[in-house]
């Protein structure tokens, strides 16, 4: 950073353009905003993507927003002309077509002045004329109260600079954070016994994530998350099918929730890959395909509304890949729940495991289309047990057998951006699992879901939604402990995203199973919810 403002020191027109960044301090002066251009040193030092794609001329005449009636015009036009040290842009502008103000005429001089001195003290050809001089002594002159505020502001800039250096967390780390908190309540009892209401009580709970985002090169991404909960599950000893999305409870103790290390393959950082030891999902991988929704934070209410179920297939620690390209998109991966447990039963490729692979294709800008595999293995060791649906389906159909369980796993997801403020998203899930210890076990499960998204509904930046749909359902089932499912659940989910600002929303909603584990002997499930969500 030190580097840069000494390089606004020799670059004045980058100076100018600093200036006008924070030019709150000459608002009374300067009325109107314009943008000047940046040396190439200063370009060499991060104003290239800005000013990349624009050609620069060297005549002040070219520059409509310098009136050619005035004195100082004549004067500096004859300096540029002969010495090119002023630039402006391929429309005639400094861009934005507005009048010159004093401080950014005086940039403007300011670089003649340097590029003048540069010429004397080098002895190089042409040197300055005597003419020349005079038009700068009186240009200086006219424009000294506008000179010195204008490097001034520089050197303050610059202390600044060397403080927020001196007093920064890391030079490849940024810390991002985001709070949830939440009210909600259950209105119905499920079970139908008013006695046994405790897990549908009203609540407020939190869930906090400390994200370190760390980069070594500019493209790569090493994620290092904490985090901390007391969210609890709602209708728990009735039903899975009301779980929050950001559900998470670790008695309000911090956990390593996530680390991992994203790096490109190729130098258009289309081809990334992934490593991982805690906390790597499949949906940070592979894509979703309910870009409004998705989102555990601020995106869908329920943990089944936000993606097809079938990316809740064991993970935590492995690796993967994943391309994007114009029209295509792929991805494969390898994870496991135990990775770190070197036991019978566990491990990288002992315990619970989930290979998956999925591509995409784009027909339009505004239309995805794909398919997601995923074969997976569910072990019975002592810290997890076989979970089909990851907890959004029956009790029935999440552990069929009881006992170690392999599945395939197929899936259709879409989205589509019908017009500026609807966003239609759905999905289709098959899983075909079979017993391990017990060949003639089978069960299948289907789900399915449509999303309704209204992005900038009655304000930019909200969210309107709805989401309809069946909760993964165990439609055939041989030599399983329970079973068929009797009965077919609906989801429907309703939400309204309120953004307050950049980094605060507001979310009231409600989620509505019927005859929750897709048994119509249970009441309806209503559960209410206001969420409000912090970033930073």
Known sequence: MKLFWNALRLSPAAAGLSLLLAQGAFAGEATTQTNVDASPSAIELGLQDDLASMDQVTSVSQLSDVQPTDWAFQALQSLVERYGCIAGYPDGTFKGNRPLSRYEFAAGLNACLDRINDLIKAATDPLATKEDLRKLQKLQEEFAAELAALRGRV??????????????????????????????????DVVGDDDNDEADNATFSHRVRLNFNTSFTGKDLLRTRLQVGNVPRYYSS??????????????????????YYRFPLNSANTWRAFVGTTGLDIDD????????????????????????????????????VNYKGERFRFAASYLASEANDPQTGAGLFDGSYSAAASLYYSPSKTWDIGLLYAYAYHSTDARTRPSLTGGTGSFLGDNPFRDPTSAHNVGVQTTAKLSKNFVLSGWAGWTFANAEDNGDGNADLFNWALTFAFPDLFKEGSVGALIVGQQPNL????????????????????????????????????IVVTDPNNNNDNDTAVLGVLRTVFKF
């Open 155 to 188: 050197d303050a800039l610059e202390a600044r600079t060397s403080e927020l250096e001196a007093n920064q967390f890391s030079t490849t780390t940024k810390l991002t954070g985001e709070v949830v908190m939440a009210v909600a309540a259950g209105l119905s």
């Open 238 to 259: 009735e039903t899975n099918m009301a779980r929050l999305a950001w559900e998470s409870n670790t008695s309000n103790n911090f956990i390593l929730d996530e680390l």
């Open 475 to 510: 439609y055939n089932a041989d030599n399983t402990v329970g079973g068929e499912d009797d009965d077919n659940s609906w989801h429907i989910e309703a939400l309204y995203k309120f953004a307050v600002n950049d980094n605060i929303s507001i979310t009231p909603g409600v």
């Open 285 to 320: 991988i592979h894509y979703t395909a309910n870009p409004l929704l998705e989102s555990s934070a601020d995106g869908a209410l329920s943990r089944f509304g936000r993606y097809n179920p079938l990316f809740r297939q064991p993970q935590g620690a492995g690796i993967g």
